[in-house]
């Protein structure tokens, strides 16, 4: 189902919508927890469509590839060993940017068009126009977008919008040999993943949950978890947008270009009322040419 990208909102864009019309049904990815294994077949094939260089991996003493998301790696599969009801349990999530209905990072980006959320859900970073400040990396509750040191551009994962674009899955969800991973409309995905947790808990797992915050509106990364304790996953609970981030977008921002343009009329209103201002020396000399 290849998909159209008309932007739907974009960074420090004051009236946020640019087309008013969704053109087309927003895309989701889908993810079971409890079948991924960790092979990490999602991370070579994320680095390779996306021609990511090299990151050297870390030893944390598990089997996860690096600490944290990498400005040259975007999709990390997080292993987490837990204790539950004295029973012990390897828990895996595959980490990456969630593409949230409502953006942290793209209400907290102040270059113009830098961040843009496409009518498919998709948020991307528009790298031309990236000034690579971070402050969509403080926007953002799943802290995700990276710095690239070597770039001086923000960086995270696209959803592989280039291939979705032309009817492609992502190249993670391709690569995937369980199944583990899914693609299509948030509709059909969300479907999919409420069937698969009224499974787990038919088999005994009563705290089964397909995770979809609607803090931030509901993301376009679905993902099922064997346990309702998503901080187990190190995933957020309640994720959500802070206000001051809201703040500075939806009131500061627009009084500051109302001030400006008052400090605008207000100095033409002064020269038309008062004229130009004349030095002192300028009066002095005008006093005495006037007295001879």
């Not at 309640?238 to 009131?251: C, E, I, Q, S």
């Amino acid at each position: 189902m290849a998909q159209t990208l008309e932007i739907k909102r974009s960074s420090a864009s004051m009236w946020g919508s640019h087309t008013g019309i969704r053109t087309s049904p927003t895309v989701a990815k889908y993810i079971d927890t409890t079948t991924c294994i960790g092979c990490k077949a999602c991370e070579a094939a994320c680095q390779e469509w996306n021609d990511l260089r090299r990151v050297p991996h870390q030893q944390i003493g598990t089997y996860q590839t690096l600490p944290e998301l990498h400005a040259d790696f975007w999709n990390l599969i997080r292993f987490k060993e837990q204790e539950v009801n004295g029973d012990f349990n390897w828990l895996m999530r595959k980490d990456q940017c969630m593409h949230c209905a409502d953006p942290g990072c793209l209400a907290a980006c102040p270059a113009p068009g830098a961040i843009v959320q496409y009518e498919n859900g998709i948020v991307d970073v528009n790298q031309d126009k990236c000034i690579g400040c971070g402050y969509c990396a403080t926007g953002c509750p799943f802290d995700v977008p990276k710095f690239h040191a070597k770039g001086g551009k923000m960086a995270k994962c696209t959803l592989c919008v280039d291939r979705v674009e032309v009817g492609l899955e992502p190249a993670c969800i391709k690569a995937c040999p369980t199944g583990c991973l899914n693609f299509g409309t948030k509709e059909d995905m969300v479907a999919l993943g409420n069937t698969r947790v009224k499974a787990l808990q038919a088999n005994g797992f009563k705290d089964a949950v397909l995770y979809d915050p609607q803090g931030v509106g509901g993301t376009s990364v679905v993902t099922v978890l064997k346990y309702d304790k998503p901080e187990w996953y190190k995933l957020p609970a309640d994720p959500h947008v802070g206000l001051l981030v809201r703040a500075w977008k939806n009131v500061l921002r627009p009084l500051g270009v109302v001030a400006a343009a008052a400090a605008v009329i207000g100095t033409f209103a002064h020269f038309a009322t008062y004229g130009p201002k004349v030095p002192p020396e300028d009066r002095d000399d005008a006093s005495s040419g006037s007295g001879r």
